[in-house]
């Protein structure tokens, strides 16, 4: 029996948004690498088209489409266009952080859109247009969300965000149960502090960075190889039994 197989992303095809920059962008890149045709979605042209050139190295097939996931009337029309959809890596997400007696409202709407609203949007639409393949029970498919260590565990300044993932690890589990008659695998990937552009500005004070280490057992902050091999994993044929659940790339720091 040959294991390695069941990572042949060969013929099938991944939808992965906020692909442009950081843990998407290395998600992308690295479905490429295992075989998979690409559909990858960002904000800004430039990072698209970056990231379309790696990708294309590898022979794979790149679609890019620049738009706010939080535009329904655009992801909609993005996905419907699509011939056909095996994967999703619902990825775009936002931070901002703030002392719970300090969030502004206008910041906390923002955040449920983009980080909650967003998210079952894309999953919704990408998951009837997985379901309108004739053969998806038998080729499956997978849908894995982007969540957080902080989608388990609380954290100082991060009640928002907190609230965001929380959310999205209980839409993860009812959707898996309701996806599963059509083979739809539904996951989350829970990386701990990982350096990408959106962190780097967090990690700038020393103390705040001396702090999230002395949490993580491992000592270190995850690798974006570290989340993009995670996800891979759960994208595959190798996780077949693999669904409702959460892969925790975090260092140890839930285990406390």
Not at 8 to 32: E, P
Not at 87 to 96: K, S, T, Y
Not at 192 to 221: A, E, S
Request: aromatic share 6%; net charge positive; glycine share 8%.
């Amino acid at each position: 029996m040959m294991f390695l197989k069941n990572y042949n992303f060969r013929n099938k095809t991944a939808l992965v948004t906020g692909a442009g920059k950081g843990i998407g962008r290395a998600c992308a890149i690295a479905l490429a690498e295992a075989g998979a045709n690409l559909v990858i979605i960002s904000r800004t042209k430039k990072d698209l088209d970056e990231v379309s050139k790696k990708i294309k190295k590898f022979r794979s097939k790149c679609k890019s489409y620049v738009c706010d996931i939080t535009n329904y009337n655009e992801i909609k029309e993005i996905i419907n266009k699509q011939s056909k959809l095996d994967i999703l890596i619902n990825n775009a997400g936002n931070n901002r952080p703030a002392h719970f007696t300090k969030v502004k409202i206008k910041d906390m709407e923002h955040m449920v859109k983009i980080n909650t609203i967003a998210s079952f949007n894309l999953a919704h639409l990408c998951a009837l247009k997985m379901i309108k393949s004739k053969n998806r029970k038998k080729i499956g498919g997978s849908i894995v969300n982007m969540s957080s260590q902080m989608g388990h565990v609380g954290g100082p300044i991060r009640s928002v965000y907190n609230m965001n993932k929380f959310g999205l690890e209980g839409l993860t589990k009812g959707m898996s149960l309701d996806l599963a008659k059509y083979n739809i695998r539904v996951n989350t990937i829970c990386p701990t502090f990982v350096v990408t552009p959106m962190t780097k500005k967090f990690l700038k004070n020393k103390k705040f960075k001396r702090d999230m280490l002395n949490n993580i057992p491992l000592g270190r902050f995850a690798e974006l190889s570290e989340v993009a091999s995670a996800v891979v994993f759960l994208a595959s044929d190798a996780a077949s039994m693999i669904t409702g659940t959460s892969l925790l790339v975090d260092g140890g720091w839930t285990a406390k």
